[in-house]
């Protein structure tokens, strides 16, 4: 069965961490750009930073330096770990698998960040 499968969210406190996981089964991840997008709520999805095949990343402004965007093929997973969170990062986390030929997202997974 294709599919994506996010694991990780949960509260934290403000100043923070976690670490969100994007595991795929049914495919190779290790071929396609990863991206990680989030929703809040009342807001359009937004880009969070992506991983391309071979290892170059990109974030959103607000979020470098605080955000780390990994993936390890022989575990066909993808990470995004998220230090010194703040409330405004609080939304529905989407993992997002991106080739030529397909367009593959995870079922998202909520990141609140509040005291």
């Known amino acids: 069965q294709v599919q994506l499968v996010e694991s990780g969210g949960g509260l934290v406190q403000p100043g923070g961490s976690l670490r969100l996981s994007c595991a795929a089964s049914?495919?190779?991840?290790?071929?396609?750009?990863v991206g990680w997008f989030r929703q809040a709520p009342g807001k359009e999805r937004e880009l969070v930073a992506y991983?391309?095949?071979?290892?170059?990343?990109n974030y959103l402004g607000s979020v470098k330096g605080r955000f780390t965007i990994s993936r390890d093929n022989a575990e066909n997973t993808a990470y995004l770990q998220m230090n010194s969170l703040k409330p405004e990062d609080t939304a529905v986390y989407y993992c997002?698998?991106?080739?030529?030929?397909?367009?593959?997202w995870g079922q998202g997974t909520q990141v609140t960040v509040s005291s």
């Open positions: 049914g495919f190779t991840l290790a071929y396609y750009a």
């Open positions: 991983i391309t095949a071979s290892g170059t990343t």
């Open positions: 997002n698998a991106r080739s030529y030929f397909a367009d593959r």
